[in-house]
């Protein structure tokens, strides 16, 4: 075994390593490694476990890879490989680990991944690759955890057939481009914990099952068309359903279960002042003014409303003024922390003027979005305030970690693959986005962070990716269409 796992080393991977005999193992995880996979690895022909995640390795695959007949894991998530999956892979029957997110790969997924029927971890998220999800992946029967997110392309397919992997713990088809209608057979899978296939096309109901499986403690249908009635869930069970077009029986299903979060499906934004966000605005505001994950602060004259409500997985938050909400999507899977904390406190310095706005921050593992009440119609200027304070500032693998996601307003994409640490021009240090003439219409205003599978994930530990903020403000900017 040859392990250099989390030790900061810089330079590339030498080619000289191809000429060691009888090792099984190399993990160079969390490292600054450069360049690309020498040929010679190739040579190793008892190697078992590649592990390679969390570098800055680049450039092709090399074709060679498969040809080591003995792999068992081939882990190269968060680097920045590009080109197509080589077609030589296909020979790698004795995989059980496959992970390549967070690369700039092209291409399809391959169909011959249908080939490594012994495969139990499958996770190929922001990879670079076009949908839609092979068929062909229904042949892998050993699957106990199945993550695939944010396909390019536009190419839409059905949920594949899944009903022979009776071993499912996690299964996660997130904006992939799926339509079509949720099976039943989900719902009878008694191994199942996680299902994510949110932000697709998927219509129809939710069938009954769902609600009663005993196994499933996490379900994000998040952004999709369905509709019907939502089923009457069980205890011990978080469900996102926001973002569809469920009919709502009761009020108490979007307002009351911190473990639901229904918000803004069509029938409760048509009942929105008269469901869980009843509430009558005194007159039009022209600003807003939030501290993301702190408490209430006054920075420069102005007021920042608390914000230090702990939300969980699937959580809908109104503030107490009524004039602003919160909600969250997601669980850190593979998290090593025995509590999330989804308002981090910084573990850095910082030195700006106005601390206070940064030393606490909202995050959230998938989809963290902020709304905004009661704002008189017309066009605004949001100011988004930011700060990494979950990374070290110093020469250690905890440096080492990349923040990536995307910012929404008012449901268009304003800015991509944002990096906070990269724009701020380091750790600690804070970044404000500003977005002039966003047109306020029906007196909302919707701020909406997403990760889209890219950064790292475990560094420092295995719960620090995903969206994060520090503050929100938002002003007037004048031409106001009406009041209310």
């Keep these: 075994m040859f392990d250099l796992t989390r030790n900061y080393l810089g330079g590339t991977i030498p080619k000289e390593w191809g000429s060691m005999m009888n090792i099984n193992k190399i993990s ?15 040579n190793i022909t008892t190697l078992q476990d590649l592990e390679l995640w969390n570098n800055q390795l680049s450039g092709n695959l090399p074709p060679e890879l498969g040809y080591l007949s003995q792999i068992r894991r081939l882990q190269i998530s968060s680097n920045n490989f590009t080109g197509e999956l080589p077609a030589t892979l296909a020979k790698l029957t004795t995989l059980i680990d496959f992970k ?56 839409h397919a059905p949920l594949p057939q899944l009903n022979n992997m009776t071993l499912l713990e996690t299964l996660i088809l997130r904006n992939c481009n799926i339509n079509g209608t949720l099976p039943e057979y989900l719902g009878n899978m008694t191994t199942l914990i996680r299902l994510d296939v949110s932000f697709n ?18 379900i994000f249908l998040t952004g999709n068309n369905l509709t019907g009635l939502v089923p009457s869930w069980r205890k011990n069970i978080y469900v996102d359903l ?31 002042e008269t469901a869980c966000l009843r509430f009558e605005c ?19 004259k102005t007021s920042y ?6 939300p969980g997985p699937a959580r809908f938050y109104r503030s107490p003024t009524g004039n602003w909400a919160l909600s969250t999507t997601g669980i850190y899977i593979d998290s090593d922390q025995l509590q999330i904390n989804y308002s981090p406190k910084n573990i850095t310095r910082l030195t700006m003027v106005d601390a206070e706005l940064y030393t606490n921050a909202r995050v959230s593992p998938i989809s963290l979005t902020y709304y ?10 949001v100011y988004l305030h930011f700060a990494e304070i979950m990374f070290t500032d110093d020469d250690s693998y905890g440096s080492l970690g990349r923040r990536v996601f995307d910012i929404y307003l008012q449901g268009k994409p304003v800015k991509k693959e944002f990096n906070i640490a990269e724009e701020a021009g380091g750790v600690g240090k804070k970044v404000m986005k500003q977005f002039k003439d966003v047109v306020v219409t029906s007196n909302t205003l919707e701020i909406r962070l ?9 560094l420092p530990n295995r719960s620090v990716y995903g969206p994060l903020i520090s503050a929100i403000s938002i002003e007037s900017g004048g031409l106001y269409l009406a009041h209310f």
């Excluded at 979007?254 to 069509?266: A, G, M, P, Q």
């Design 28 to 42: 160079l995880i969390g490292n600054r490694l450069t360049g690309s996979i020498p040929v010679e690895i190739a």
């Design 100 to 155: 390549i997110s967070d690369n700039q790969f092209s291409g399809k997924i391959p169909d011959f991944i249908q080939n490594w029927t012994n495969i139990s971890e499958l996770v190929i998220q922001g990879s670079g690759l076009s949908g839609p999800i092979p068929s062909g992946i229904s042949l892998l029967r050993n699957l106990t955890d199945l993550r695939i997110s944010d396909l390019k392309g536009s190419d």
């Design 201 to 218: 096309n998927i219509s129809g109901t939710i069938p009954s099952i769902y609600a009663t499986n005993n196994s499933l403690r996490y």
């Design 242 to 272: 926001s973002y569809n077009n469920f009919n709502i029986s009761q009020e108490s299903q979007i307002c009351h279960d911190e473990k639901v979060n229904l918000f803004s499906t069509s029938s409760a934004r048509n009942d929105l």
């Design 282 to 300: 005194p007159k039009p505001s022209y600003s807003l003014y939030i501290n993301c994950g702190g408490s209430r602060a006054k920075v420069n």
């Design 305 to 310: 409303d608390d914000d230090s409500d702990s």
């Design 372 to 381: 905004g009440f009661c704002l008189a119609n017309g066009r605004y200027t």
């Design 450 to 458: 997403y990760w889209a599978g890219k950064g790292t994930q475990s």
